[in-house]
Every structure is written in C-alpha cells, then in structure tokens.
C-alpha cells in the first residue's frame, strides 16, 4: 500500500465512464475512482469528476493510480439530469470561457439563443465571447446586418469574432481569443463548431452529433476530452454542453444574467421586483428611454416565463 507522501496532483483529462485519465506535470496515469467519488441517480452509477478537475491520485504503477480525492472547483459548468429527482451534473471544471458558437446561416443565429448560454456563463462565473461562423455561406447584406446586430453585445463588452472553417477567415482572432486558456466552444447543433476546431488547430476533432434526415440530432456516445492546444490553451469537449438548460437558476437571479440590467437592479420600486409587470422599474423604464435594447428585455421575458 503506497505511503500517503506517493500523493501526486494531476488534471482529469479524459472521462469514459468509469475510465479517467488524468495528467500530472511528469506523466498520465490510467485511474480508478474510491467508492466515495461516485454517486447514484437511480439509473446507475454516475462518477463526481468532470474534465478539468485537479486531483488527487497515488500511483499503483509507472501508468495506473488511483483517486481519492478532487481539489476545489474555481468554475463548473452543469446541467440538471434526471426526469423525477432533478440534480445537478458537472460537466466541465476550472473552466476560463465560454465562447459562444452561431452561424450566419443553416441554421441562422438567434440572439435568443445566445442570451440564453450569456444567462449560464454568468450564473457559473464564466467569461463569454461571441463567435459567428459560417460567414462565406451568406451574401454580403445578410453579413452586414448580422454585424449590426452583434454589434450590441460588443457594446456591452463581450468579445466578438466573426469565422469561416472553409475561408480560414477570422482564425487568428479566435487563436488569440482561445490562447492560454481553458475554452468550452457551445452553441446549437449544425453551427459548424467540431470544423472550426479542426480548423485552427489540425488534428483536433470535436464529438459531433450532426443530424439526421428528419433534422433531428443523432445520439453518440463519446468521451468527454481536455484537449491542448499547439498555440497555447485547452478545448473542453463534452457532449453534455449542448444540452445545457436554465432550469437550475433561479428567476429571481435570471435579472443578474444581464449585463446591462445589473447597475439598475436596486432602484426599483419594489425591492423583490421582477422587472415585468410592476410599476416604476428602472429596467423598463430604461427599456422606453432605449437604454437597454428591447430584444435583449424581451428575451430577458421569454427567459422569465420559461423558468416558471
């Protein structure tokens, strides 16, 4: 039995199943989990540790350890599971970013969509930046105006890219955006994002679903994977994240998830205010004097009543 000072700390690299692989400064090991580390849902068992995880293992071979333990989370980004007994699963950990994911067209970006994975990086602590592919397949007005329309998020600080996997264009902003971090590329099945990582880093192939003839997504079964980056930096790849819902925020929280909305929050009339129905509120009255866009208000009410 090893000595408790053959304690070595590593990342978690790759999960399949009960298989996880984890990276220390000098080696990787094949690892098993303690009991303690997995969980049941009421559908099997389900391991605690996510991609990005810092842990720690002793070795029981030049190749194979053991965990028994995970260091505290800096991030995590999560999902709820389970159909009668709601809980949550991590899907990635210790995680810089979010970079948001959309294409010009087939399917055509939604502003809603992307409000809605904003709400998720901001309740998780996340950075977030804006990427548009599949900018060759539009002509030049449907670029303009897309441009137009993106142009409020920069306004609002996000950072945003506009990218081609066949044209090469905007690869050097995104290698720049992704450089010495921890990245999770999201967004809506078909926006092009397993291409435009195989793009700016050759080799790397993102799990992808695609869809089938009815327009549906197929299922795979795939392993979540920390992949590193030649010019510095990681890729999370989880199947999980483009399952991502709301459900686990709570609406009285939503409000904080918009940006603009945060500075007016407490001047309210009413204290617990909702932002929709009630009189003298700052965030509508700001919506009428049009210092808050109203697409961003009205997918702030979409949000709302989902959450309900």
Known sequence: MPEPTDVEVGTVYRILGKEVSVRTDSKTFACSLRG??????????????????????TPLSSSKGVIHA???RSTAIVRQVGKRKLSLQVLAANVDQIVIVSALERPRFKVGLIDRFLVIAHDASIAAALCLNKIDLGDDQALVEARAELELYRTLGYPVIFTSAKTEAGHDELRALLKDKRSVLT???????????????????????????????????TASTLFSLDFGGELVDTPGVRELSLGHIERRKLAEGFIEFRPLLHQCHFASCSHIPEPHCAVKEAVEDKKIARKRYDSYCRLYEELG
């Not at 303690?36 to 293992?57: H, K, M, P, Y």
């Not at 195989?198 to 549906?216: E, F, M, T, W, Y």
Request: aromatic share 2%.
């Open 36 to 57: 303690r580390l997995f969980t049941g849902d009421g559908s099997g068992e389900r391991n605690q540790l996510a991609v990005g995880d810092r842990v720690e293992l």
């Open 187 to 221: 967004g809506h099945s078909g926006v092009g994002k397993s291409k435009l990582a195989a793009a700016i880093q050759p080799g790397l192939h993102l799990s992808s679903a695609g869809v089938d003839r009815h327009g549906k997504g197929r299922h795979t079964t």
């Open 70 to 72: 995970v260091l505290p």
